[in-house]
């Protein structure tokens, strides 16, 4: 039975939009009739002609899956995102045609908190800076300035999820105070609730933004919220790329209005604003907030075991819709 099983899946059609992981795509392989969108785009004729036979859809936060491609697909059951983040896919659409759609949560939180950590303590302690400052012989030749404390201070969430509830257990641990912002208000014992970003950040020293990309987060960073958070405030942001306006992010840090910045994601990667290259206090990470072999692995395993439950009609592990 197993084995009639498995060669049904065999001549189900998947589509993977972008190359992500090569474990993810041989997996993908063994199991089922893989199409790969970046060797046959969606209007070649190869992939014209086997439309029909694609059932499911294997997306990421750098291709997910838009309207075009969905309505390529007349016979598409599921959308199996290799992300927690799933902005990249158009949901209303998934939902007026009945297509499921699943993500990759909990496996990732960890690895992202730890990021968000880890950019904090790099942009207060100035890691990077130093890090240069040795390799390029500067320290025969001075000193580098002081860096500020991360440990003791005030910490602002922006999304008390999953990793926004992360980063706060670990903020802790460092001594700091916790104070969030967030869709619903959670009375979280011990946390301070502040019902606006401004206040939030008026009120914190790290602001970290780690909540989902919708209609009503986009820009949630704006030049209001980085004058409250203020010349010696320090923003990390490990959510989205669009959450932040990068242009009133860039005038604030050349004008020496805010403290400095770390940042994993950006509004259009894999681009980022000029400006912030020449800057000693932003610290730029290419998305890889996720990207440890362990997460890597475990997020693939998820995609697959969707996949599965649903082609087996099984109830899907980690299910959107
Ligand atoms: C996610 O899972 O959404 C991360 O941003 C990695 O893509």
């Given amino acids: 039975l197993e084995l009639l099983a498995a060669l049904k899946m065999e001549k189900i059609g998947v589509a993977m939009t972008t190359p992500m992981f090569t474990y993810l795509e041989k997996q993908l392989e063994q199991r089922f009739n893989l199409f790969k969108l970046w060797i046959h785009p969606l209007n070649s004729d190869y992939l014209q002609q086997n439309a029909k036979s694609i059932r499911a859809v294997v997306g990421c936060t750098k291709i997910g899956a838009d309207a075009n491609l ?24 998934c939902r007026v045609k009945g297509i499921r759609v699943t993500n990759t949560p909990e496996v990732l939180t960890d690895d992202v908190a730890d990021a968000a950590i880890g950019l904090a ?26 860096g500020t404390k991360f440990n003791g201070k005030s910490v602002g969430i922006v999304g008390l999820g999953r990793i926004g509830s992360a980063i706060a257990k670990r903020a802790e ?18 946390y301070k609730y502040f019902p606006s970003v401004v206040d939030l950040a008026a009120n914190s020293q790290f602001l970290f933004v780690a909540c989902n990309l919708t209609q009503e987060t986009k820009h949630i960073i704006n030049r209001e919220v980085i004058d409250a958070l203020g010349p010696n405030g320090i923003l990390i942001n490990v959510g989205r790329g669009a959450h932040v306006n990068e242009s009133e992010l860039v005038s604030a840090l050349l004008e020496g209005r805010l403290g400095g910045v770390g940042l994993d994601v950006f509004e259009n990667e894999p681009h980022v604003p000029e400006q912030l290259l020449e800057l000693e206090n932003a610290v730029l990470l290419p998305h890889v907030g996720t990207d440890t072999i362990e997460t890597t692995i475990a997020m693939a395993d998820l995609v697959i075991g969707n996949l599965e439950a649903h082609f087996r009609n099984e109830p899907l592990i980690t299910p959107v819709i």
């Fill in 121 to 146: 303590i790099a942009v207060s302690r100035r890691i990077c800076e130093s890090d240069r400052f040795v390799k390029s012989g500067s320290w025969t030749k001075g000193g580098l300035g002081l």
């Fill in 173 to 190: 641990a460092f001594g700091c105070s916790i104070s969030y912002c967030s869709r619903n208000e959670k009375h979280h014992s011990g």
């Fill in 70 to 93: 969905i309505d390529t697909f007349p016979a598409l059951e599921i959308v199996a995102s290799f992300s927690v983040g799933i902005d990249k896919i158009d949901l209303p659409k």
